[in-house]
C-alpha cells in the first residue's frame, strides 16, 4: 500500500510537476523521510498524502505529525486543495493515532486483497483544509 514517491514523479527526468509538492523531513540535521502532498489532475481540490520516515528513533515523537501540519500548510496554496486524503492500515495503530492527532478523519473502511489473496483491512482518511 506505500510508495516511496509521487506517482507523477519521473526518475531521471523534470523534478517540477504541477501535481505535487514534496518535502524532505530532517530531524536534527538528518533526512529522516519524505512527504508529499499530489494531485490526479490540475483542476482536482483534493490531494492524496504519501509519507515515508526512515529512521525508527524517531517513531513516536510527533515527527510525523509536525512534518503533516507543515506540509499541508505549505502546499495548500501552492496546489490549491481544500481537502486532504489517504488510506491507512487499521494495524496501523501509531500512523492512525497520528493522522487522527492532525484533524483527519475516518470517512470509510475497506479491504484491499493483497496478490496471494491476503486481505489488509484499512480506513481511507480524509483531512479538510479550511
Do not use: H
Amino acid at each position: 500500500m506505500s510508495r516511496i514517491y509521487p506517482y507523477d514523479f519521473k526518475p531521471g527526468g523534470d523534478t517540477y510537476s504541477p501535481l505535487y509538492t514534496w518535502y524532505v523531513i530532517n530531524v536534527g540535521g538528518k533526512d529522516a523521510g519524505t512527504i508529499w502532498l499530489e494531485k490526479e489532475s490540475v483542476q482536482n481540490t483534493r490531494a492524496v498524502l504519501g509519507i515515508l520516515l526512515g529512521r525508527e528513533e524517531i517513531m513516536g515523537k510527533g515527527v510525523g505529525s509536525a512534518a503533516i501540519c507543515a506540509a499541508v500548510a505549505r502546499s495548500r496554496d501552492i496546489l490549491g486543495i481544500e481537502s486532504v486524503s489517504l488510506n491507512v492500515r487499521i494495524a496501523n495503530k501509531r500512523a492512525v493515532s497520528c493522522y487522527r492527532a492532525c484533524g483527519f478523519l475516518v470517512i470509510e473502511e475497506g479491504v484491499k486483497i493483497q496478490e496471494g489473496g491476503e486481505t489488509v483491512p484499512f480506513y481511507r482518511i480524509e483531512l479538510p483544509i479550511e
